[in-house]
T-cell receptor
Protein backbone atom coordinates (compact mmCIF):
# COMPACT_ATOMS: atom_id res chain seq x y z
CA UNK A 1 0.00 0.00 0.00
CA UNK A 2 1.24 3.49 -0.80
CA UNK A 3 2.04 5.52 2.31
CA UNK A 4 0.73 8.85 3.50
CA UNK A 5 2.42 11.47 5.66
CA UNK A 6 0.45 13.80 7.92
CA UNK A 7 1.46 16.29 10.62
CA UNK A 8 1.17 14.87 14.12
CA UNK A 9 -1.10 17.64 15.34
CA UNK A 10 -2.71 20.94 14.37
CA UNK A 11 -4.63 23.59 16.22
CA UNK A 12 -7.47 25.77 15.02
CA UNK A 13 -9.78 28.42 16.37
CA UNK A 14 -13.49 27.79 16.44
CA UNK A 15 -15.42 29.13 13.44
CA UNK A 16 -12.26 29.41 11.32
CA UNK A 17 -11.34 27.22 8.33
CA UNK A 18 -8.91 24.33 8.84
CA UNK A 19 -6.63 22.89 6.18
CA UNK A 20 -5.33 19.42 7.01
CA UNK A 21 -2.50 18.37 4.66
CA UNK A 22 -1.55 14.89 3.50
CA UNK A 23 1.44 13.88 1.39
CA UNK A 24 1.33 10.72 -0.72
CA UNK A 25 4.21 10.96 -3.15
CA UNK A 26 4.06 7.26 -4.16
CA UNK A 27 0.36 7.25 -4.99
CA UNK A 28 -0.63 5.03 -7.92
CA UNK A 29 -3.17 5.74 -10.60
CA UNK A 30 -5.80 3.49 -9.03
CA UNK A 31 -5.41 4.78 -5.46
CA UNK A 32 -8.37 6.70 -4.10
CA UNK A 33 -7.70 9.19 -1.31
CA UNK A 34 -9.94 8.62 1.69
CA UNK A 35 -10.32 10.64 4.86
CA UNK A 36 -11.74 9.28 8.09
CA UNK A 37 -11.84 10.90 11.49
CA UNK A 38 -12.08 9.51 15.00
CA UNK A 39 -13.80 11.57 17.65
CA UNK A 40 -12.84 10.91 21.29
CA UNK A 41 -14.22 7.62 22.62
CA UNK A 42 -15.74 6.69 19.25
CA UNK A 43 -14.89 4.55 16.26
CA UNK A 44 -13.64 6.21 13.07
CA UNK A 45 -16.17 7.76 10.69
CA UNK A 46 -15.93 8.37 6.96
CA UNK A 47 -15.43 11.99 5.93
CA UNK A 48 -14.78 12.16 2.21
CA UNK A 49 -12.91 10.53 -0.66
CA UNK A 50 -11.68 11.45 -4.13
CA UNK A 51 -9.54 10.35 -7.05
CA UNK A 52 -8.43 13.35 -9.12
CA UNK A 53 -10.97 16.14 -8.90
CA UNK A 54 -11.75 18.25 -5.87
CA UNK A 55 -14.74 16.99 -3.91
CA UNK A 56 -17.27 18.62 -1.60
CA UNK A 57 -19.80 17.14 0.77
CA UNK A 58 -21.72 18.31 3.80
CA UNK A 59 -18.82 17.59 6.13
CA UNK A 60 -15.78 18.88 4.27
CA UNK A 61 -13.98 19.56 1.00
CA UNK A 62 -11.07 17.62 -0.45
CA UNK A 63 -8.55 19.46 -2.59
CA UNK A 64 -6.26 17.19 -4.62
CA UNK A 65 -3.04 18.44 -6.17
CA UNK A 66 -2.76 18.19 -9.93
CA UNK A 67 0.05 15.61 -9.68
CA UNK A 68 -1.93 13.80 -6.94
CA UNK A 69 1.11 13.65 -4.68
CA UNK A 70 -0.66 15.60 -1.97
CA UNK A 71 -4.16 16.51 -0.84
CA UNK A 72 -5.81 18.77 1.71
CA UNK A 73 -8.91 18.19 3.77
CA UNK A 74 -10.73 21.46 4.35
CA UNK A 75 -13.15 22.05 7.17
CA UNK A 76 -14.80 25.34 6.29
CA UNK A 77 -15.77 26.40 9.81
CA UNK A 78 -14.28 24.39 12.61
CA UNK A 79 -16.44 23.66 15.61
CA UNK A 80 -15.49 22.10 18.92
CA UNK A 81 -17.14 18.92 17.68
CA UNK A 82 -14.54 18.69 14.91
CA UNK A 83 -11.76 18.00 17.44
CA UNK A 84 -10.63 14.53 16.44
CA UNK A 85 -7.87 12.46 14.86
CA UNK A 86 -8.01 12.79 11.09
CA UNK A 87 -6.69 9.94 8.95
CA UNK A 88 -5.66 10.23 5.31
CA UNK A 89 -5.73 6.77 3.70
CA UNK A 90 -4.98 5.55 0.19
CA UNK A 91 -7.04 2.69 -1.11
CA UNK A 92 -6.39 0.87 -4.36
CA UNK A 93 -9.80 0.43 -5.89
CA UNK A 94 -8.57 -2.53 -7.93
CA UNK A 95 -7.48 -4.40 -4.82
CA UNK A 96 -10.20 -6.69 -3.58
CA UNK A 97 -10.90 -6.57 0.13
CA UNK A 98 -11.74 -2.93 0.91
CA UNK A 99 -8.84 -2.78 3.36
CA UNK A 100 -8.16 0.46 5.16
CA UNK A 101 -4.59 0.89 6.40
CA UNK A 102 -4.61 3.54 9.11
CA UNK A 103 -1.57 5.60 10.03
CA UNK A 104 -1.11 7.79 13.08
CA UNK A 105 -3.25 10.60 11.65
CA UNK A 106 -3.38 14.27 12.64
CA UNK A 107 -4.75 15.28 16.02
CA UNK A 108 -6.86 18.40 15.47
CA UNK A 109 -7.46 20.61 18.48
CA UNK A 110 -10.10 23.32 18.23
CA UNK A 111 -9.97 26.29 20.60
CA UNK A 112 -13.04 28.26 21.58
CA UNK B 1 -25.44 6.26 15.81
CA UNK B 2 -23.68 4.54 12.93
CA UNK B 3 -25.89 1.46 12.66
CA UNK B 4 -23.13 -0.72 14.12
CA UNK B 5 -23.44 -1.71 17.76
CA UNK B 6 -20.90 -3.46 19.95
CA UNK B 7 -21.29 -5.17 23.31
CA UNK B 8 -19.99 -4.98 25.90
CA UNK B 9 -18.54 -1.48 25.78
CA UNK B 10 -16.04 -2.29 28.52
CA UNK B 11 -14.60 -5.64 29.56
CA UNK B 12 -12.05 -6.63 32.17
CA UNK B 13 -10.85 -10.21 32.06
CA UNK B 14 -8.13 -12.34 33.58
CA UNK B 15 -5.62 -14.18 31.47
CA UNK B 16 -7.35 -17.52 32.00
CA UNK B 17 -10.88 -16.34 31.21
CA UNK B 18 -12.91 -16.93 28.07
CA UNK B 19 -15.09 -14.10 26.84
CA UNK B 20 -16.72 -12.97 23.61
CA UNK B 21 -17.20 -9.61 21.97
CA UNK B 22 -20.32 -9.08 19.91
CA UNK B 23 -20.94 -6.81 16.95
CA UNK B 24 -24.22 -6.26 15.14
CA UNK B 25 -24.87 -4.14 12.07
CA UNK B 26 -28.32 -2.90 11.07
CA UNK B 27 -27.30 -1.60 7.65
CA UNK B 28 -27.83 -4.62 5.43
CA UNK B 29 -24.11 -4.81 4.67
CA UNK B 30 -22.32 -7.92 3.41
CA UNK B 31 -18.81 -7.30 4.76
CA UNK B 32 -17.66 -7.03 8.36
CA UNK B 33 -14.29 -6.33 9.98
CA UNK B 34 -12.49 -6.53 13.31
CA UNK B 35 -9.82 -3.92 14.12
CA UNK B 36 -7.56 -3.53 17.14
CA UNK B 37 -6.48 -0.11 18.43
CA UNK B 38 -3.73 -0.26 21.05
CA UNK B 39 -2.57 2.79 22.96
CA UNK B 40 -0.30 4.97 20.84
CA UNK B 41 -0.51 2.62 17.83
CA UNK B 42 -2.55 2.92 14.62
CA UNK B 43 -5.63 0.83 14.06
CA UNK B 44 -4.73 -2.66 12.90
CA UNK B 45 -7.01 -4.78 10.75
CA UNK B 46 -7.48 -8.23 12.30
CA UNK B 47 -10.13 -10.09 10.32
CA UNK B 48 -12.36 -9.54 7.30
CA UNK B 49 -15.58 -11.39 6.54
CA UNK B 50 -17.64 -11.31 3.37
CA UNK B 51 -21.04 -13.00 3.34
CA UNK B 52 -20.10 -14.92 6.49
CA UNK B 53 -16.88 -16.23 4.95
CA UNK B 54 -13.53 -15.19 6.38
CA UNK B 55 -11.43 -13.69 3.61
CA UNK B 56 -8.56 -12.26 5.61
CA UNK B 57 -6.70 -13.06 8.79
CA UNK B 58 -3.85 -10.63 9.39
CA UNK B 59 -1.51 -12.96 11.29
CA UNK B 60 -3.65 -12.73 14.39
CA UNK B 61 -2.76 -15.13 17.25
CA UNK B 62 -5.08 -18.08 17.68
CA UNK B 63 -6.21 -16.84 21.10
CA UNK B 64 -8.48 -14.57 19.04
CA UNK B 65 -11.17 -16.56 17.26
CA UNK B 66 -13.72 -14.79 15.05
CA UNK B 67 -17.15 -16.07 14.14
CA UNK B 68 -19.67 -14.71 11.65
CA UNK B 69 -22.92 -16.72 11.89
CA UNK B 70 -24.78 -14.41 9.49
CA UNK B 71 -24.12 -11.16 7.65
CA UNK B 72 -25.49 -9.05 10.51
CA UNK B 73 -23.50 -10.50 13.40
CA UNK B 74 -19.80 -10.83 14.12
CA UNK B 75 -18.19 -12.24 17.24
CA UNK B 76 -14.65 -12.24 18.56
CA UNK B 77 -14.03 -15.09 20.99
CA UNK B 78 -11.18 -14.49 23.41
CA UNK B 79 -9.26 -17.03 25.48
CA UNK B 80 -5.99 -17.06 27.43
CA UNK B 81 -5.21 -13.47 26.51
CA UNK B 82 -2.08 -11.58 27.50
CA UNK B 83 -1.90 -8.12 29.12
CA UNK B 84 -0.58 -6.71 25.83
CA UNK B 85 -3.93 -7.63 24.25
CA UNK B 86 -5.54 -4.81 26.23
CA UNK B 87 -6.88 -2.42 23.59
CA UNK B 88 -9.96 -0.96 21.97
CA UNK B 89 -11.54 -3.53 19.65
CA UNK B 90 -13.54 -2.01 16.84
CA UNK B 91 -16.03 -3.65 14.53
CA UNK B 92 -16.92 -2.20 11.14
CA UNK B 93 -19.12 -3.07 8.20
CA UNK B 94 -19.36 -2.06 4.56
CA UNK B 95 -21.77 -2.75 1.75
CA UNK B 96 -19.42 -5.18 0.02
CA UNK B 97 -15.71 -5.91 -0.25
CA UNK B 98 -15.38 -4.90 -3.87
CA UNK B 99 -14.95 -1.32 -5.01
CA UNK B 100 -14.43 1.25 -2.31
CA UNK B 101 -17.51 1.45 -0.09
CA UNK B 102 -17.09 3.41 3.12
CA UNK B 103 -16.78 1.50 6.34
CA UNK B 104 -19.10 2.15 9.26
CA UNK B 105 -17.53 1.62 12.66
CA UNK B 106 -19.06 0.72 15.98
CA UNK B 107 -18.06 2.50 19.20
CA UNK B 108 -15.68 -0.27 20.21
CA UNK B 109 -15.14 -2.51 23.22
CA UNK B 110 -12.46 -1.36 25.65
CA UNK B 111 -10.74 -4.55 26.79
CA UNK B 112 -8.44 -4.75 29.79
CA UNK B 113 -6.57 -7.99 30.46
CA UNK B 114 -5.31 -8.37 34.03
Amino acid sequence: DAKTTQPNSMESNEEEPVHLPCNHSTISGTDYIHWYRQLPSQGPEYVIHGLTSNVNNRMASLAIAEDRKSSTLILHRATLRDAAVYYCILRDVEEYGNKLVFGAGTILRVKS
Amino acid sequence: ETGVTQTPRHLVMGMTNKKSLKCEQHLGHNAMYWYKQSAKKPLELMFVYSLEERVENNSVPSRFSPECPNSSHLFLHLHTLQPEDSALYLCASSQTLGGWYEQYFGPGTRLTVT
